[in-house]
């Protein structure tokens, strides 16, 4: 499967943004999509991810309540919407795809296929 990221940019503080995982090759069933985020001069954390199947979905703290990963079965899309975004929401963010169990989802070695990075900037 190949990933591909859109839906990046720049906006306000407090705005929201729409970020796409589209995959190409395969459907995303049997897997787990997940975005992860790095910011400059800093790791990359995990953000958010669901299951194809079942829908469970997981966050990171920094964003819960703020952010809801979702995905669109007929476009074989994982999207995240993101709202209340805060300057330091500001990173470039990578959607993967993997089939870690639930204890994993938020490990980035537990995905396998990575998209290119979507650069979102939030301005103060």
């Known amino acids: 499967v190949q990933l591909q990221a859109s839906g990046g940019g720049l906006v306000q503080a407090g705005g929201s943004l729409r970020l796409s995982c589209t995959a190409s090759?395969?459907?995303?069933?049997?897997?787990?999509t997940g975005w992860f985020r790095q910011a400059p001069g800093k790791e990359r954390e995990f953000v958010a991810a669901?299951?194809?199947?079942?829908?469970?979905?997981y966050y990171g703290d920094s964003v819960k309540g703020r952010f809801t990963i979702s995905r669109n079965y007929a476009k074989n899309t994982v999207h995240l919407q993101m709202n209340s975004l805060k300057p330091e929401d500001t990173a470039v963010y990578y959607c993967?795809?993997?089939?870690?169990?639930?204890?994993?989802?938020?490990?980035?070695?537990?995905?396998?296929?990575w998209g290119q990075g979507s650069e979102v900037t939030v301005s103060s």
């Open positions: 090759g395969r459907p995303f069933s049997g897997y787990t």
């Open positions: 993967a795809a993997g089939t870690p169990i639930a204890s994993t989802s938020r490990l980035q070695g537990a995905y396998g296929t």
């Open positions: 669901i299951r194809w199947s079942g829908g469970n979905t």
